[in-house]
C-alpha cells in the first residue's frame, strides 16, 4: 500500500541562522539596544532619579539645564530629568498591558472564527467590523470622556480598538492552515481539534502576531501620550512625556528644553519598536530573509 506523504509547512525560524540574520541587521541592533534601554531605564527608574519628580519646589521654576538639575525644571519647579526617568514606565505599561491582552483576546476569538462553523465565523467577523468601524481617536475621545481620564481608561480603549487587527490576522492564517494536507491528515488519525489548534496552527501564528505586536507598540505610545497632552490620559501629578509635553508648549517661550526633553524619548522609542519590528519581520517572513 502507497504511503501518503504531506508536506508541513515550516512552523518556525530556526534559532541559529535567525539570530546571525538578526545581527547582520544594524538598524534591527539598533532598535533592540534602544528598546533594551528605554526599558532598563523604566524598570530601575527610582534608582536614577536626581530628585522627587512630584515635589513642588517654590525657588527653581523654570530653571535652565544645570549640573543640579539635567534638563532644568518645570514651572512647578519639578526636576524635569527625575520626570522623564519616572515618564517612561507609563508608557510601556499602557503598551504592554493593552497588547498583551488584546493579543491574547484576538488571538483565541480569532481561532475560533478561522476553525469555527462558517455561522460563528460570520457574527465575529461582524464584531470586528464593528469595532474598526469607528475612527480610533474619537472613539478613544468617547470612552475616555465617558469613563473618565485614566490609566485604565487609556489601557481599555487601546485594548478594544487593537483586539479586531490581531483576531483578524489569526483568523486567515487559522483558515488558511485549516485546509492544509497536514491538518486533514492529523483528523484522519484522530487528532483532536484543541491538540491541531495547539500544535500545528498556534506556532504558524505567532510569528505574524509579534511582528504586529512590536510594529504597534509606537502607535500605543504616541495615542497615550497624545491624549496625556489633552489632559485626558493619566492624572496629575503623575510623571508622563505627554503631560511634560503639555507643560512645555505652554512655556516654550520660556523654557524650550521641556518640549524637547518631552519629546525626544517618544522618538527614540518609536525608532527603537520600529527597528525591532521590521527586524523580526525579515525574520519571520521567508519572502525577505536573506539567507534563502
Do not use: C
Not at 24 to 29: A, E, H, Q, S, Y
Not at 80 to 104: D, K, Q
Not at 117 to 136: C, E, Q
Amino acid at each position: 500500500m502507497a504511503s501518503v506523504e504531506t508536506t508541513r509547512p515550516e512552523t518556525n525560524v530556526a534559532i541559529g541562522p535567525g539570530l546571525q540574520q538578526f545581527r547582520k541587521n544594524r538598524l534591527g541592533m539598533l532598535g533592540a539596544a534602544l528598546v533594551t534601554l528605554i526599558t532598563a531605564i523604566a524598570i530601575f527608574a527610582p534608582l536614577m532619579i536626581m530628585h522627587d519628580p512630584v515635589r513642588i519646589m517654590v525657588g527653581p521654576r523654570l530653571a535652565d539645564p544645570s549640573l543640579h538639575y539635567l534638563l532644568g525644571t518645570d514651572q512647578l519647579g519639578r526636576d524635569t530629568f527625575s520626570r522623564i526617568i519616572m515618564g517612561s514606565r507609563i508608557p510601556l505599561l499602557v503598551a504592554f498591558v493593552s497588547l498583551g491582552s488584546s493579543l491574547a483576546v484576538g488571538l483565541v476569538l480569532g481561532l475560533i472564527a478561522g476553525f469555527g462553523p462558517r455561522w460563528l465565523d460570520n457574527l465575529l467577523v461582524l464584531f470586528f467590523d464593528t469595532i474598526r468601524s469607528f475612527p480610533g481617536i474619537i472613539f478613544a475621545l468617547a470612552m475616555v470622556a465617558l469613563l473618565g481620564p485614566s490609566l485604565a481608561s487609556v489601557i481599555l480603549v487601546i485594548a478594544i480598538t487593537s483586539m479586531p487587527i490581531y483576531a483578524r490576522v489569526v483568523r486567515t492564517q487559522t483558515e488558511a492552515l485549516r485546509s492544509s494536507e497536514y491538518v486533514a491528515a492529523e483528523r484522519s488519525m484522530g487528532a483532536g481539534t484543541t491538540r491541531i489548534l495547539a500544535v500545528h496552527v498556534l506556532p504558524n501564528v505567532i510569528g505574524p502576531l509579534l511582528i504586529l505586536v512590536s510594529m504597534d507598540v509606537p502607535a500605543v505610545i504616541a495615542v497615550e501620550a497624545g491624549l496625556s497632552f489633552l489632559g485626558m490620559g493619566v492624572r496629575p501629578p503623575t510623571p508622563d512625556w505627554g503631560a511634560i509635553l503639555n507643560d512645555g508648549f505652554n512655556y516654550i517661550d520660556k523654557a524650550p528644553w521641556l518640549v524637547i526633553a518631552g519629546g525626544i524619548p517618544i522618538v527614540l522609542a518609536t525608532l527603537g519598536f520600529t527597528f525591532l519590528g521590521e527586524a523580526l519581520r525579515e525574520i519571520f517572513d521567508p519572502k525577505l530573509r536573506k539567507d534563502l
